[in-house]
């Protein structure tokens, strides 16, 4: 079993900025991809930004430029640095983890965690 768990939500104003951090925690061994999702009010679920275990990123139009995700692979942990953040960019932020078959498996596992509200605003 994997848990990952995020922290580093809050209220902010416009124009602030947010470290956002997810830990993994269990019986592995590898983490192949490690992301960022989000979902606001009403809306559907969308990636933020993954990271490979190589350190390759991706991220978001809408958040490009403005936050940077990163990873320290020894800590299993996952970064979110928001920068510059805007009122739409509020949502409930969750942590998505994804790693190899387990031995004698055939399925990649993944795992979620509970999220972390982001709320910008005046």
């Known amino acids: 079993q994997v848990q990952l768990v995020e922290s580093g939500g809050g209220l902010v104003q416009p124009g602030g900025s947010l470290r956002l951090s997810c830990a993994a925690s269990?019986?592995?061994?590898?983490?192949?991809?490690m992301g960022w999702y989000r979902q606001a009010p009403g809306k559907q679920r969308e990636l933020v930004a993954g990271?490979?275990?190589?350190?390759?990123?991706s991220y978001a139009d809408s958040v490009r430029g403005r936050f940077t995700i990163s990873r320290e692979n020894a800590k299993k942990t996952v970064y979110l640095q928001m920068n510059s953040l805007k009122p739409e960019d509020t949502a409930v932020y969750y942590c998505?983890?994804?790693?190899?078959?387990?031995?004698?498996?055939?399925?990649?596992?993944?795992?979620w965690g509970q999220g972390t509200q982001v709320t910008v605003c005046s």
């Open positions: 990271i490979t275990h190589g350190g390759r990123t």
């Open positions: 269990g019986s592995i061994f590898s983490i192949l991809t």
């Open positions: 998505n983890a994804e790693g190899p078959p387990i031995t004698g498996g055939t399925m990649k596992w993944d795992a």
